[in-house]
């Protein structure tokens, strides 16, 4: 090797190292592998690990189950309503053989709070050209990749090249939902994000087990005399058992001779530790997934999220799930027609208890915003003979569908004098 190339090789082999490592991670990233961030905790992190962690399993499962349990309806947009179609795609009662709809999307959702990608394949369409068989891909079998034109692709398994689905690519197989991307072809994983919080929480729960499951938690402890032999100290501790073991013995006054009882209480170590567990689950639920702590079982701390379960529910709505819910609507409308939405109902969570949700509904028949067979559907009842019609207050001035001054029939007065009024739809 000539004097040059070893100058060449010292000055500019680290930065070329570097380099090389750069494009190394980029290519992991683009695979949905690790990139090789060290868990200071001393854990391995992955997905699957994750989920043994109870609070990401609360998470993932309180998410996706909730959003997947929604009602869902494929509208049209006539002027400021919005109408159900009359014929919906199959996919959204069945999107395959093997899933119901209530299957595949929660299964969307937890790819989504997993891994931050969510690859749906399109396996079958209609004589319209249009999906009508949906499936998903495990998300960390799937590379994005992106061609010299600058079209995206996708490599299913390392080896089936799959083409993106979009409204200027109808002809595609996949539709990618993602979370937030940070600029890359994927979007980026809550796992990955909260790798290190993850990792302590798992470090923590196994010292925990290892503490408990060798047997170092003690009651208490007999202090003996230095000159009290073997045969001494084990009748005392047999006769300690025999009259104070079991719930029935609970609380009985205990007589220890030649002995003293020491009560154990919990060390300033043991107490840290609890804290450091607590603290990781509301870091874990709040900050990275936005789930309310109360909602993961920490109760004994005051909660921001509202006053009341109504109101906690409604914070959890507009912070956490509305998101995923327009992110999910947004990607899903792609598969329709132009001019057609897919609409998941929140009305379900909204929901206030049964005595406001009254008085909400009386006053929307009174203003004449529903009928009272509205009113029934609601409630799940069958529609009575003349319940389509609006019922204003007879002093109210009455407007047609036409939106034209109505004259106020006359009828027979009621019981409190006011004469109602009815109106045809």
């Given at each position: 090797m000539s004097l040059l190339e070893r100058l060449d090789q010292f000055?500019?082999?680290?930065?070329?190292?570097?380099?090389q490592h750069a494009i190394d991670r980029m290519d992991l990233w683009g695979r949905g592998e690790s990139i090789g961030e060290p868990v200071?905790?001393?854990?391995?992190?992955?997905?699957?690990?994750?989920?043994?962690?109870?609070v990401v399993w609360r998470c993932v499962r309180l998410i996706s189950e909730t959003l997947a349990g929604l009602p869902a309806d494929v509208v049209r947009k006539k002027g400021d309503i919005r109408q159900p179609v009359e014929r919906p795609p199959a996919w959204l009662e069945q999107p395959n053989p093997e899933?119901?709809?209530?299957?595949?999307?929660?299964?969307?959702?937890?790819?989504?709070?997993?891994?931050?990608?969510?690859?749906?394949?399109?396996?079958?369409?209609?004589?319209?050209?249009f999906p009508s068989e949906l499936n998903t891909l495990n998300p960390q079998m799937v590379q994005v990749k992106r061609r010299r034109n600058g079209q995206t692709f996708f490599l299913w398994d390392g080896q089936r090249e799959l083409e993106r689905y979009g409204p200027t690519a109808p002809g595609g197989e996949v539709l990618h939902i993602r979370l937030a991307s940070g600029g890359t072809g994927?979007?980026?994983?809550?796992?990955?994000?909260?790798?290190?919080s993850i990792g302590l929480a798992l470090a923590a729960e196994k010292q925990g087990a290892r503490f408990y499951g060798r047997g170092q938690t003690l009651a208490g402890l007999m202090e003996f005399e230095p000159t009290a032999t073997q045969e001494n100290v084990d009748l005392t501790k047999a006769n300690w058992r025999r009259r104070h073991a079991g719930t029935d013995r609970a609380y009985e006054p205990g007589i220890l001779v030649g002995a003293k009882w020491k009560p154990m209480s919990v060390t300033p170590e043991e107490g840290q530790f609890l804290q450091t567990r607590a603290f990781q689950v509301e870091d874990i639920a709040s900050r990275f997934y936005g789930i309310p702590p109360h909602l993961v079982g920490l109760t004994e701390k005051q909660t921001s999220w509202g006053t009341g379960v109504e109101q906690q529910g409604i914070g959890l709505y507009r912070f956490t799930l509305r998101g995923h819910m327009i992110r999910f609507e947004q990607a899903m409308s792609q598969l329709l027609p132009r001019g057609q939405f897919l609409r998941l109902n929140p009305r379900a969570l909204l929901e206030a208890d049964s005595e406001t949700e009254a008085k909400v509904l009386q006053t929307a028949l009174q203003n004449a915003v529903i009928t009272r067979n509205d009113w029934r559907a609601i409630l799940d009842k069958a529609p009575v003979p003349g319940g389509d019609r609006f019922i204003l207050p007879a002093q109210m001035q009455i407007l047609t569908p036409a939106g034209e001054m109505e004259a106020k029939p006359e009828s027979a007065p009621s019981s409190n004098g006011k004469v109602p009024a009815e109106v045809n739809p």
């Open positions: 000055l500019w082999a680290p930065e070329r190292r570097a380099e200071h905790a001393g854990v391995e992190v992955s997905q699957e690990g994750a989920l043994r962690l109870s899933a119901t709809w209530f299957e595949f999307t929660e299964r969307v959702f937890e790819s989504l709070l997993m891994d931050g990608n969510a690859f749906i394949v399109i396996t079958a369409r209609d004589s319209t050209t994927r979007g980026l994983s809550p796992i990955a994000a909260a790798m290190q």
